[in-house]
């Protein structure tokens, strides 16, 4: 029997590139059912989504989703619209500290399926300067260049 039925849709790879992660938090999103159906299809993108907090409640940001051409024309469908996050409420008082006191921000790493509910990660992030930017290229490039050398001395 398996522990959990993950299946991830989207993951956010720019946000390693211009963040430093500290803490990642599960949230569900109340969404429409075109809004669903058009996840299903892979018609979602979150790469320049954030979160802000309003009345101690969530909102993402940016998350865009594209409505499918065969749906209702019964619903007037806002692709950019501010969708809310479900939180638990010690979640959210122990972010809004984070955000307000220390100056974290919140961005959407990945958005995946979490049995038949759809759920989205949220990493509560530093941003990284240009001098950090720059030192992971370069360990990537070394990373790269080392396993090329190893390979060649075990060929000879």
């Not at 989207?10 to 946000?15: D, Q, R, S, T």
């Not at 429409?32 to 989504?49: C, D, F, L, M, Q």
């Not at 260049?145 to 001395?153: A, G, V």
Request: charged share 30%; glycine share 4%; proline share 1%.
């Amino acid at each position: 029997m398996s522990k959990q039925n993950n299946s991830i849709i989207l993951y956010n790879k720019k946000v390693q590139y211009d963040y430093f992660i500290e803490k990642k938090f599960e949230a569900g999103i109340v969404l429409n059912g075109w809004e669903i159906k058009s996840i299903r299809a892979g018609k979602v993108n979150i790469t320049n989504s954030y979160v802000f907090l309003h009345n101690a409640q969530a909102y993402i940001v940016g998350m865009t989703i594209k409505p499918l051409i065969c749906s209702s024309n019964k619903i007037l469908e806002d692709s950019q619209r501010n969708k809310k996050l479900l939180f638990h409420k010690h979640e959210i008082s122990s972010i809004y500290g984070y955000v307000n006191r220390k100056k974290y921000t919140l961005v959407a790493t990945s958005l995946y399926w979490k049995k038949a509910w759809c759920k989205i990660e949220i990493g509560l992030a530093k941003g990284k300067k240009t001098i950090d930017k720059r030192e992971n290229i370069k360990n990537r490039e070394w990373k790269i260049s080392q396993s090329r050398i190893l390979s060649k001395k075990i060929l000879d």
